[in-house]
């Protein structure tokens, strides 16, 4: 093939080729076939009404783990108490913890839903989008930098951690107690990423324009 | 100071250095101060005195989350399901990626307790050993070994999992169902490795002797 | 001190912490004290006056090579032919290399900036995401996954890049001089994924809140 | 094939996949199919003798260099110097590190011949455990951790040793001669971790049970 | 196959294979065929004779851009202004940078077009080497190691720079321009290496003699 | 500050700054202050004497282990039987995979001393310039192409190594006997490269020109 035959087709094949709007990027949920969601016990109903509720839909995590309910149910149970339960550290903290540690495994699901968190709880869109893309290029004070620094290097290289590390939280004023929780968020969201990306865990489109 | 004086300094100090026997390995279970043990509720009263009868001990793990009863029990539930409850994978095998995950992630406690229970499922304490070491050192049929590289690649780099990874999995006689539940044991050890690296989690001694 | 003490200290930690606005996220525009902006050349001067009636804002990167007109200048040509001049890559094409690149190098500037241009150029916000979060959750044609993969990879390892990878971009349509382009694209935000992050140049806030 | 017929055709598949007992697992001792072995000098004659009288076995590393006998002697040699000669270091911290760098370079064959004899020589399985797993959890005091973390960083990254890592060690009381047989011991065992993993060469199993 | 037969076809592979002389190490100039050089410009034009007559050859990378006016006068104008131009770094230190950074990312071009600059500027050809094979390895002053350890990061990890980096280059005696100026001279080679490994441009032979 | 006067500072410090001359670039040969040279046995004064005879001088590894007469008799008899005792693999091979794991090791002084002899047995100077830079630029025929593919993943990541990598050795042509020989090769080199990185070992400056 001449150059520029080679030219015309290529040129042809860029012009022929736009992206599929992705109209369904949330569809199919994950990339399992999986069973028919169970009958949603009545605790369960009454927690995916609230979502509807409050949030006006139903996350995408919770519809594929209603495939089973003690799965669903334990999931439920442990996020509740970690990211919405009483801690040392406010909510947004915990999903900051979560976004960052999401953005060091790179988790399309997770960054989405909790990059959205993030946007809502701090009333500032470009804090949400500094978690997703580099948290150390955010304007932090030394707590909330302390605590990231630790999330990202738990999340990279646990094997590293060592009493030193805790005695960087501690001198930037946490206290033992809210020591278990930032770990317990980090230990909870690299969970989650990787049951995201080994089924390739698709958002609610929703949570790409809240909180904008 | 001269190399002679510098060498028998040196010598000296070889001498004077053993490593202090470690007779309390295990003490304290974490390197954080919580507050006390929680009363334990019922539920969890019988299943610490169900450890014990059925183990002679309960594991360390149980002990660290006991100060909050709302976390210890979210844990236990999950951990209950997703090790013991029914699924297309043996007990075994589960165990295999618990260790498998632990070791790309060097986490201790996990390491000890659960390549004491590979040796205890499978009657093979090398395949324990192998799966602490390097899994791919093990003689493995091609549906574990497939099992096993999922895991460890879900582990090390969650963002490269794609359908391709899930397709080898299928071909290795694995079920969508199947490939949900080797997903939540990645996940699960991938957040228990953490929480144990951020506290400096102690095993049991107990379980460095099992099975051998 | 006591644990209740403690405890009391890291709540009211927890309060008093709130993330200071970011009203002036992009202010300074770069973290080094450089000489006053160089007088501009008429060239300058119109292509400055150009990005305000276009975009409505002069993007913050030619404000920081301003200070040196000689620099100015050689940047925007070299951006201006490789972004904006004939090609076998189409201009969306060429942003989806820029931010799959910047996420690769996790460049808070070029991920800002360059996100927002593919937002525009494809009329899909979720496309941008899914460049900045991980290339690999888009739902692409072979053509643009193929260039993609390469980009990510020349930008990781380039010293493992070789002809087979040059054929995988041939297999997938492209001319060898499509495949230069690519080539020059990921290395220009190679380049400028490092002036940016080696000055924490900050993107002009208008870009977070474009195409949404 | 619906999903109850998959579901039954992977327990089924669970069910029959049982681990093959590894009753070989150490044959044959390399994955090599190299000349039998060379008539033994005298003095390796000499050597396996006292092997087997004092450990009752002959090391495979040592059937596996008998095809030649140069070689076989060579690596004697330099090994029965290093592990066994005079030196500042105790046999005991020789085999501390040769573990620890075995462990960075997950070799099967090092870390279970070797962890046996850190169990032995120090009288502490639990000890075996730690550097097999994660040398950072043991609780060493300050110089052999010192020597550790100088032996896993020149594993690691021997590019970036330093006068500042030699600095360290000096710090920590080791005089040159013994930086020297440190270096010399992380040298000799990421030589031995390369061939016995080149090779998949298999320890004697006996080591897996001794000194537990 | 036996194993003498084995051996003696092992042997004769052995010595039937010479690497075949590199007589044309350097054709084609990349590995791409892209059309033939553009008309040069008369300022282009002149430049090539310039470097005719100063060097005795025209630079390949010079060559390889020559297929497009426009890329090879952008360019030549960012090369020039930034390894050329004023600055508060000497020729021999922005060639030191180049050296490397190409170091880092293992580019066969750069590290021998430019490794002979530093031999040639420096006067000391053990320097050229230095920068080619570990930076570390040179007895440099305070102030060219930490332009070093910079450029090395910058190139390696430019997600994890941060004011910390910024200080060390001033505490070494750097002005805010002059770390302008490195990270400028970083980027533009990780630019050039990566189109350089991208299209396996080829050095011209005669860099490899200059200068020992 | 003003600018001006820290620029008039950042210019002279540039002048000021001027590479020392490496006049002693391998004085002292290693950064460790060790015994005197032991007294050398006839069998290594008569080695040494080769050297000086063959070489017109003596390396500097042997000089560093001369300081104690066990250690340098065992390496002079491991280094003589891998390097230049009959193999399958020709000498110009052996150093082929020296420079190709030196380089992966960034090894001063292995890079230079036996890229010197790459250049001296191939009697092609870039051929050994592609080895320390990266083996992938050379144009090597299959077989050396797998054998250095070989050697440096077996550098990198020796835990992967399986029956297929030995597979990929046999298929360029490689006996059994080969891949011991390769795998020694590689080992030998990942021991030398570390204790000349924790020793800081300096080459002989003559190796720098030899065979240009």
Same mark, same amino acid.
């Given at each position: 093939m001449g150059r520029s035959a080679a030219a015309a087709k290529s040129k042809a094949a860029a012009k022929a080729t736009?992206?599929?709007?992705?109209?369904?990027?949330?569809?199919?949920?994950?990339a399992l076939d999986l069973a028919? %969601?169970?009958? !949603?016990?009545p605790a369960m109903q009454a927690y995916f009404q609230k979502c509807q509720d409050k949030l006006g839909f139903v996350p995408n995590v919770l519809a594929a783990y209603a495939f089973d309910s003690a799965k669903l149910e334990a999931f439920v149970a442990m996020y509740n108490d970690l990211m919405?339960? %009483?801690?040392? !550290?406010s909510k947004l903290e915990r999903e900051m913890i979560a976004v960052a540690v999401s953005s060091q495994n790179r988790c399309y699901y997770c960054l989405t839903a909790h990059g959205a968190a993030v946007r809502q709880y701090s009333g500032q869109p470009i804090l949400g989008e500094q978690m997703v893309m580099n948290y150390r290029a955010a304007r932090l004070d030394k707590r909330q930098r302390a605590m990231l620094d630790f999330a990202v290097k738990l999340t990279a290289e646990?094997?590293?951690?060592e009493e030193a590390d805790r005695n960087a939280l501690r001198s930037a004023g946490f206290s033992d107690r809210d020591i278990w929780d930032i770990a317990a968020v980090v230990g909870f969201f690299n969970m989650s990423n990787r049951v995201a990306s080994a089924t390739d865990m698709r958002p609610n489109q929703v949570y790409h324009g809240m909180a904008r």
């Open positions: 736009k992206v599929v709007p992705p109209a369904a990027d949330d569809q199919p949920v994950i028919s %969601p169970a009958q !949603l016990s919405l339960g %009483p801690s040392g !550290l646990p094997w590293a951690i």
